[in-house]
């Protein structure tokens, strides 16, 4: 038996661990989850963040991080006293927040248990936060690498990071590709819905999602071709001045998106720019992928290993000219897509293999 721990699965993000779930299930593998209370599948037991899932709950204000840090030491208890009762061959915990309460969770199980423990890696590197620092953060990320038996990713470039930042040993770490995120599983195709936008930025407006460079980029764009629309929708942390792009034809949604918006305005643009300068690991891709969307990538090792991706274009990582470049080739040819059903179902076949052999690699008896 296999026990999956994954808290970021509300909504849309859910769909990550379903792929892998329903992967698994029709090998005959026992399975099971751990998930949000708001996973929006009818199987698992939705342990985590009831009353504090940003985008499901009524605002706490302040009280949002106390009551949350509860519902974590709830949820943990709980499953460990699950582990202990059904004793899983294997327990597969996603690393999304590296805190005290989890790296004693971690702890418990190596020292009492003898399943074997598998972090999953979502991004091995932490990004900066409001409640830690980055050298804080990596110290903790470091301990909780080294408890487990082993660790997850799902490209090269996450085991690099593993190998040279946290001096991981190659045995130890296992990849298999990202599972495809199928948004149709939870909305139903819509083929009447209009191509609003000529290009799209979705996502959260963090420095290393490099929207800067796309602005930089839209304002010689916009020079030639000035009825091009472009939106950027998505929460800003950090605030941003959209006060200069003032008649540039952008539309700000700057504000967290709900999963039905996501994909709503995904659904609604002709191509989605993913600009980003820094990242080992994206999920974006994979929900794309089964909508009537091209993409352009910045040319990360992330997106240059994605066979879901059409390489011709990617751009220059940071460079607003090489941006511009793939823009103006996907506006003049907007036939262009990415994806379609051969490479996903082609894409799903390898997935189904490489998991099957990690968890095979693992635990033989599965």
Known sequence: MIYHIYWGTAGNAGLYLDEI??????E??????FVSHYYPFDYGHKTFFRLTELGHCRRLGKLRNPIRYIELLRALFCIYFSIRRNKPQVVNYSLIGVFKPVILFLKLIKKTTKCKLVLTCHDVMPFANQYQGLSKQERMRKEAFQLADYLLVHNNNSANELKNSFGIASEKILCHRFPIMDLKKIYPKDNTTQKKYDFLFLGHLRKEKGVEVLTEAWEQFHQHHPHAKLCIAGNAP????TKKYEGMNI???LQFLSDKEYYEYAHSAKCIILPYTRGTNSGVVSTLVTLDVAVITSDLEMFQSNPLLDKRFQFENGNPQSLLDKMEMLYEDGSEKTGGNG?????REGFRKEIMDVYKSISPML
């Open 21 to 26: 779930y329903q992967t698994l299930k029709a």
């Open 28 to 33: 005959g593998v026992e399975q099971e989850v």
């Open 238 to 241: 950090f605030g941003f001045d």
């Open 251 to 253: 539309d700000f949604v």
């Open 343 to 347: 490479i996903v179902d082609t894409y």
